[in-house]
């Protein structure tokens, strides 16, 4: 019994801290932090790679674009675990939004007409294997996603997606910090090209954090980082014993992935 009461009451204590930094992000003077819906489709090879994509341009993001939501990524999973599997990044100003979506969409006549294949796919003949979430809010200093000039043009492109872990909330917060210490200015004088930053808020793997940078190719990603690890700034904010890497992250998470046909991002 005390036990669940135990359990009980950090689950209060969590939703309640959430509902605090979610109010404080929105309510804040001159704040315009995003929030980031996270959708990672785990998915067979065949049909269901078609008909995810075919789900996703021909039905959700038009239903997104509806909604005042976007730009939204949608990307295929080109090196990582667990292949094949189509991630879906959708950005909003508020957090309702984001978890009332699907009540939301279901609202919504014609898009409910277009998934219809998507959405009521049989077990016989499943859409996908299954599909994760993850709910992030955007780091203070860098509160909106950035489009990419590649994206806007729709010119070749990569992205890079990387998730630090770490051992406690308060290592986490040292991390966060970090980036806000100098490490924004790092990666844009290295040439990279930040897409966002966020902290995650409801999702696997917690406490951690999540980034995006773009890439032309393989070679341009490889070439970034070597100019970013030599970077004498970088050199002296890593050595800072505060910043202790070995401390403050425990896994990163590494993933690269290449924008679908129908991809905004």
Same mark, same amino acid.
């Given at each position: ?22 109010s404080d992000a929105q ?12 959708r990672r489709y785990d ?33 295929? *999973? ?106 924004? !200015? ?33 070679? !341009? ?33 590494? *993933? ?10």
């Amino acid at each position: 019994m005390k036990r669940r009461q135990f359990l009980a009451a950090s689950l209060a204590t969590s939703a309640l801290a959430l509902a605090h930094e979610a109010s404080d992000a929105q309510s804040a003077p001159g704040s315009d932090r995003e929030f980031y819906l996270m959708r990672r489709y785990d998915l067979g090879s065949g049909p269901e790679l078609k008909l995810t994509e075919s789900y996703f341009s021909g039905a959700l993001i038009p239903a997104l674009g509806r909604m005042g939501l976007g730009p939204i990524g949608a990307f295929q *999973l080109d090196y990582g675990q667990q292949t094949p599997a189509h991630y879906l990044l959708i950005p909003g100003a508020s957090i309702q939004t984001l978890a009332e979506l699907e009540l939301r969409l279901a609202e919504d006549a014609e898009f409910m007409k277009a998934a219809d294949p998507f959405w009521n796919a049989t077990a016989a003949s499943p859409a996908f294997q299954r599909v994760e979430a993850s709910l992030m809010i955007a780091f203070k200093g860098w509160p909106k996603l950035k489009l990419p000039p590649a994206s806007a043009s729709q010119s070749k492109r990569i992205f890079q997606l990387r998730t630090y872990e770490s051992p406690s909330n308060g290592y986490h917060v040292r991390k966060v910090e970090m980036f806000h210490s100098g490490e924004f !200015e790092i990666f844009l004088k290295c040439g990279m090209t930040p897409v966002f930053f966020s902290d995650k808020l409801i999702g696997s793997n917690l406490p951690s954090l999540t980034y995006m940078l773009c890439f032309t190719e393989l070679g !341009e990603l490889d070439e970034k980082w070597v100019a970013f690890r030599s970077n004498p700034e970088w050199k002296k904010l890593s050595s800072d014993p505060r910043f202790a890497f070995d401390q403050i992250v425990t896994n990163i998470s590494n *993933l690269v992935l290449s924008p679908l046909s129908c991809s905004q991002i």
